[in-house]
Nanobody, 121 residues
């Protein structure tokens, strides 16, 4: 059974930094693209950053230059370093992983439970 467990959220003042982690547990699969999404109160979930298995990254315009996504394939973990945080970054942050099961070759998307990030002004 695949599980994604996020950590690292919290309360920070504007201009501060946080680093989120998301570890994928389970076996007999490979991890393809990974991503961080966020959902602010009353808004739809939006994509913040993505990273391929080869390390190519992409960012939403709202976080470009401030957030950095990275991954450690040996640890099955994706990170999101968030710098120069703004009150509008306040949201629940979710990680997502595309998993391919080696036996079947089928690909599935899995989500973490979310971690709250609150930026005070």
């Amino acid at each position: 059974q695949v599980q994604l467990v996020e950590s690292g959220g919290g309360l920070v003042q504007a201009g501060g930094s946080l680093k989120l982690s998301c570890k994928v547990s389970g076996s007999l699969f490979s991890i393809n693209d990974m991503a961080w999404y966020r959902q602010a109160p009353g808004k739809q979930r939006e994509l913040a950053a993505t990273i391929t298995s080869g390390g190519s990254t992409n960012y939403a315009d709202s976080v470009k230059g401030r957030f950095t996504i990275s991954r450690d394939n040996a640890k099955n973990t994706v990170y999101l370093q968030m710098n120069s945080l703004k009150p509008e970054d306040t949201a629940v942050y979710y990680c997502k992983a595309l998993i391919t099961y080696r036996r079947s070759g089928s690909e599935y998307a899995y989500w973490g439970q979310g971690t709250q990030v609150t930026v005070s002004s």
